[in-house]
């Protein structure tokens, strides 16, 4: 099954008729998307003002009017990206490191499967933001930074499994630091081949995923 | 468990000494192995021949001396990555499309286990060449033919899983091409992570991933 064609529209190019500079009029927001797009294509470190300007259709001179930064643009998305991702630990295992927080009462095991599955979800609905975050490589404090809040989440998702298998519901042959790092390599990966508009929904990649790291592949059990 | 220290050593510092002109020497091994480690560290499209003059401690206009071309350099290292990779593929399902080769005589769901645990090792044995390979984004002709030979080895991979799955080793109620993109996910995923001098050894990562996607986490079944 394949997916419908891709339409690239151009929002500004409407406003731009109602401007008499003939500049145009781009919300935060479609900047920021069209941005994130841009250095998802050819590399952050790779784009420069000057290529968002042609991007947008907006001269070199005129991009500071719509953008006040490069860096400043990644630090929005890279905080969408850890904002989603951190809200999704949260009401797994609590805001606070130590605390069960709103999912006390709910068993590690069950807590886990919603925490990958709502991961999975957050990154088909924030796909683009996601896959910046994920091919952050330190190469500023900006970028330093959303790597040490990765950590800590990575931390948390590491404790919610260690927490699974001491109340005996997942296997114990396996170290917990290492189930996590695998488990959120699969669901991370996903920014390498999902795209909305292919064959396979959200909701089913999310099931696939749980289904394949709880259950397993193996037909007779 | 923490590593040993890690050192760098610079293998041509001796050779370097024994030549008249004060050039060092370099293999042309060592010069495709610093180069590799340096495009992982600073992006490929992000080095420039420049870059990689000072990593080898050359002057600029002595580079060509040891290097044809950066392209060349990705070349060698694509091919490594992809030739080693292929292999393990080959093995399980015969070198061409629609024979069962060598490996003939094994059930699917076997030669699959197989070949994830072999491309864990060739992961871990080939680290930087595989992470370069897993990076490249199609931007010339020569990333373009190394991103299609990737496809073709991962629909021989699919292809291995769907006969998992007819022969009833595998459960059947997610498709093929979904599992084989997971399941490789989750194996490449590791380059973001795993390092020879830390905790895990590449057998032990190897048997834990097969562990994990065949059997699954969950204790009681």
Not at 37 to 59: C, I, K, P, W
Not at 150 to 178: F, H, K, T, Y
């Amino acid at each position: 099954m394949s997916g419908p064609a891709r339409e690239h529209p151009r929002e500004g190019t409407a406003a731009a008729g109602t401007r008499s500079r003939g500049r145009p009029g781009y919300d935060q927001a479609t900047v920021l998307r069209r941005a994130i797009e841009l250095f998802n294509r050819q590399g952050y470190d790779g784009t420069s003002m000057g290529d968002l300007a042609r991007e947008l259709g907006v001269s070199k001179s005129a991009i500071y009017h719509h953008v006040p930064s490069k860096e400043h643009l990644l630090e929005q998305a890279l905080d969408e990206a850890l904002r989603e991702l951190s809200a999704v630990v949260d009401a797994a295992v609590g805001s606070e490191p130590g605390t069960a927080g709103i999912a006390s009462g709910r068993s590690a095991h069950h807590r886990l499967r919603t925490v990958i599955h709502r991961s999975v979800e957050v990154l088909v609905a924030h796909l683009p933001a996601v896959t910046l975050l994920l091919r952050v490589r330190g190469n500023s404090p900006l970028e330093l930074a959303a790597l040490q809040r990765r950590r800590e989440i990575d931390l948390r998702l590491a404790g919610l499994v260690r927490a699974a298998i001491d109340e005996g519901a997942l296997r114990d042959d396996l170290a917990p630091e290492l189930v996590s790092r695998l488990l959120f390599g699969m669901v991370n990966s996903v920014v390498e081949w999902f795209r909305p508009e292919g064959p396979v929904s959200g909701p089913a990649l999310a099931d696939a995923i749980t289904t394949m790291v709880f259950e397993g592949l193996d037909a007779e059990r």
